[in-house]
């Protein structure tokens, strides 16, 4: 049992930058990862570029820790793509709009290895 | 070596159009000046999809323009509940196509405002936009609001151009005589240059918006000692700031968009800038993402009545967001194929959605591979927008703008693609009718 966050999703210069470079190592190194504060990383028990698992209802996906400062305690930031949207539910309650932010989510530490796109993208083609 | 100026970047709504790039043996070598960081990843390049390919057996096999067209069409007249989806990424002439499509096939056209500012959109529809042009707020506006939004990674340029940083005929001094005033959930980079920061509970915006209205219109007395985790302090403060602004702006983003209550903020927005009426110029405008979006959503309109989430099927245009946006359409199983156009629904739409996509025959047409080509049946290689082909967009504040063709390609044209898939399935259409 993970510790209860509030998950949001958004955009990122450096996600921005390879927007159309999506299948890069660029890519792959900033959106495949959790921004968290200190305190949280801490209580974790993770340090920096560490692999942690993030859980929804609507799916989970294991992401890189990374310390950011500004963000609130109880509050994860996955960069927007395809590891933050493994998480995200497609019920648009009526609005056309998927809830990209503000997703009950668990979070824990794991030993488990981060799936990179390809990889990521096949586990819906099966 | 040719240095070519008055550049129109094709990456996001700001459509900065005063960038000057080196070309050289046919290729941009040097992007000079205009472009933020990430336009200039945009104009420098990346890997392409390098040639038009079928899915043969879980393999994607190369093959010619007139062959990928050629199943592309095949698809598209077969299918009975075909999407097609994308065009904030490509310009008006290629959209323009593709509503004509999607009429001939009797499809659903959806485009990306649906996964960011459609919510926006419901709600300019329920209540209107007291909006401008960002030309407007260069040279007016002395209080700046970013609401969830953080144009520090999302809009590079959007401050020094259009708001904050710019300099106008009224705002001659720049940032010097202005305040800016940031609402977000994170203390973001935009959030760390603010006179004022908001920092609110996380899906509260619809509250703070509601106590910056009761007070902007004189009701404080009924606003708590905290909204949303924001002190009535602060939000006394940005009261009185927005009262004494001579040209107040708020832009608000998918902060605001993405979030529980969804198009309700939004219209909750509208309403506070509407009391700030009482008091002085106040004007509202969301930020657009892709360069194009606007473009779609003006020409989905022209064409439909309609910006976004439009069935053709019935023969007559039928809008209903929440029903037929791409989204509903992919987690309900509903579409039996999709075009992918200028956007990538396999790296931005919830997992749950992708899963069906991921099995139905998709065609993708973009200069780039992304997550969606991993699935893609049909690709189709396009020229890049602005770098490669000309053709209109429209900016974040619905003012058209030309892109502008840089260098030579052998990659066909967005628009060209969409004609002659059309004429293709004309073809078949007319077969299958004798």
Known sequence: ??????????????????????????????????????????????????????????????????????????IIFIPMGPWANALVSGNTHGAGMPQYKGIDAEIEKTEEEVLHVKDLMKTYMK | MVEITDVVCSLCGCVCDDIVVEVEDNKVTKVKKGACSVGKSKLMGHGRIESPAIRENGTLKNCSYDEAIKKAAEILAAARRPLLYGWSSTVCEADKVGVELAE????????????????????????????????????????????????????????????????????????????????????????????????????KDYLVFSALRAMLLGYEDVVPEEVGGVSKKDLLETVRLMKEAKFGMIFFGMGVTHTRARHNNVVNAIQTTRAAHTHTKFSIMPMRGHYNVAGINQVCTWETGYPFAVDLSRGYAWYNP?????????????????????????????????????????????????????????????????????????????????????????????????????????????????
């Open chain 1, 1 to 74: 049992m993970g510790t209860k966050v509030n998950l949001i999703s958004g955009r990122t210069i450096v996600q921005g930058q390879n927007l159309d470079n999506k299948l890069s190592e660029e890519y792959f190194k900033e959106v495949a990862t959790c921004e968290l504060n200190k305190a949280e990383m801490e209580r974790l028990g993770v340090a920096a570029d560490e692999p942690v698992k993030v859980k929804t209802s609507f799916g989970e996906v294991v992401v890189k820790a990374k310390e950011k400062e500004g963000t609130p305690e109880g």
């Open chain 2, 104 to 203: 001939e096939i009797g499809a659903v056209i959806d485009n990306t405002a649906s996964v960011c500012h459609g919510p926006s959109v419901l709600a300019i529809q329920d209540v209107g936009l007291p909006s401008c042009t960002l030309g407007e707020v260069k040279n007016r506006a002395d209080l700046v609001i970013y609401w969830g939004a953080n144009p520090a990674a999302a809009h590079a340029n959007h401050m020094k151009r259009y708001s904050y940083i710019s300099k106008g005929y009224w705002t001659e001094e720049g940032k010097k005589n202005k305040k800016l005033i940031v609402v977000d959930v994170r203390k973001t980079a935009t959030a760390k240059m603010a006179d004022v920061f908001l920092q609110m509970e996380q899906g």
């Open chain 2, 322 to 434: 929440g029903e037929i946006s791409a989204t509903d359409l992919l987690v309900r199983r509903e579409c039996d194929a999709a075009l992918i156009i200028a956007s990538d629904p396999g790296a931005h739409f919830p997992g749950e959605s992708i899963k069906h996509l991921s099995k139905i025959p998709v065609i993708q047409i973009d200069p780039f591979p992304n997550p969606t080509t991993e699935f893609a049946d049909v690709l189709i290689p396009a020229a890049i927008s602005g770098v490669e082909a000309e053709g209109n967009v429209y900016r974040m504040d619905n003012i058209p703008i030309r892109l502008r063709k840089l260098v030579d390609t052998e990659y066909v044209a967005d628009e060209e693609i969409m004609k002659r898939i059309l004429e293709e399935v004309r073809a078949i259409k007319e077969k299958e009718g004798e």
